[in-house]
């Protein structure tokens, strides 16, 4: 981590070559890609790009965008806690095999996880006909995004608490307990601030996932403007109608996003590896 | 179940895993196994069918073939940005590392609008690109080209903190034994960063194999030549053809939990390697 040591570090002007390579080929693959969102939305000007947040179907695209985290987020985060709570806490058969469970979502394309949702509630789904009958439509519809969502973030809270919570051992819950602490009172004075930043980074990736998932919700949607398009379905609604402005301005919006979780990540990340040194886990970097 | 749970005195163990268990089914096993209840109303012959079908078998050689591809390219470029993070000291490295991790926040339609902007023959980077007669938007390579921004973040986050752990004393023993740098990358370095390198890629070929988002603008989709899995996957399903959509599906799903497992397993190793070595 400290190249003062030149005796075991490469030449000085290998650094500056492999420095060069790395930077330019980050440069080409990550920048460029991301100036250009903000190029396409500033192209006819600024005042093209803000009058182009006065497209109804663009608003209803935000407002959507935010119900489904302000839905998704939450029930994740619950189920989050308990899970990671359930397994670094107590011991119990079949601990492992749960926690692969838990994982299943990443390893599923996201047009198959909207797949799933379309076989079970869709017109020749499971559930179809009876829903049918009693006129509740969750594909094509509010519900059926609501769904994809939760199942594509599911794993995510889960998956940065459940380490932490291992690391943190369960002494001081036991210490509270044997003290006359009640479940509700350990979690909140003992355990939640403990795993705080933890939270913190688990919902700034859940929700940045919620906002920006595209296939699952795409294969779920039905795309029926100013309905059932969130904001990314937005974009490629717009970009297929060659709204090259429009679509890179509703794309900007979800760099602005996308930046502000880097941003928030970082510093969260920062504060989780501080919690983990304390507890005297390892430091990793995911 | 008659293990010494009783020695735990924190509270709340059948309401969490409880909840967590009902839940889980809920919202990922239940849907999950419908998907496999549905294809199993699919006879051999219609799978026969489906699967050999010209347009599906070149979808998943090109599926195959890219994220393979792409991931090789992840393997030697994540590789050297893990080790430029780590190593050397620079101007703008910090933030350089978190925007590392902008392929995972970056929602998959944008960057799909991105790449095929910047790589179409207007772009900054195809524009200078089709002059030397090289086409990436629209054919194969572009795949490819999403398919390494997708992986990235993959290949280096896993390599990254391997390298960080290593210890430093036995590359100082080896250059005072007379060894030379690339000596000490060859022979002490690179295999102990060998088996997180594997579990990268393949983390990033499974993510691959299954992203759509990000592949669908700058791909063309063109049937036969620039067509991945989801893709027919989606237009089996806009073609109300749920048989053939669930088929193919099933077969991604089987493929994702074997990868799955192979990567449990290779993480399994990396870290019975890491640990060995200290």
Redesign the interface.
Known sequence: MDSKQAAVSEPRWLQWVLIAAAVGFLFLLLFVPLITVFAGALDQGIKAYLHSFADPDTLFAIRLTLLIAVIAVPLNLTFGVAASWAIAKFDFPGKQLLTTLIDLPFAVSPVVSGLIFVLLFGKNGWFGPWLQAHDIKIIFAVPGIVLATIFITFPMVARELIPLMEEQGKEEEEAARTLGANGWRIFWHVTLPNIKWGVLYGVILTNARAMGEFGAVSVVSGHIRGLTTTLPLQVEILYNDYSYVQAFAAASLLCFLALITLAAKAIVQKRVDRARKNAGGPVSGT | ?A???AA??????G???G???L??GL??????S??FV?AAHITWPQLHDILLDPQVLAAFRLSFTASAGAALVNGV?GL??A????????P?R?F?D??????F???????G???C??YAET???GGPLSKLGIKVAYTQFGVIVAL??IG?PFVV??V??VL??LD?EV??AA?SLGAN?WQIFRRLIFPAVLPSLFTGLSLAF?RA?????SVI?ISGNMPMKTEI???I??SK?EQYD?VG??AV?CI??VL??A??LII?MMQRWAGARTRGGH
Do not use: C
């Open positions: 179940m293990r010494k749970r735990s005195v924190i509270p709340g163990f309401l969490t895993l909840y967590t268990l839940y889980l919202v990922v096993l239940i849907p999950l419908a998907t549905k470029f050297l940005v080790w430029v993070l780590v190593r050397y000291q620079f703008g910090g350089l978190s925007m590392v991790d902008l392929p926040a970056l929602p998959t339609a944008v960057a609008i991105a790449l902007t910047v772009g900054w980077i390494i921004f990235l986050r896993t990254q903190p960080e752990d430093k590359e100082e250059t740098r499974a194999l299954g992203e759509y988002g603008f899995v989801p893709l996957i989606v399903l749920y959509a669930t599906a991604m799903l994702s939990f990868l799955l449990n």
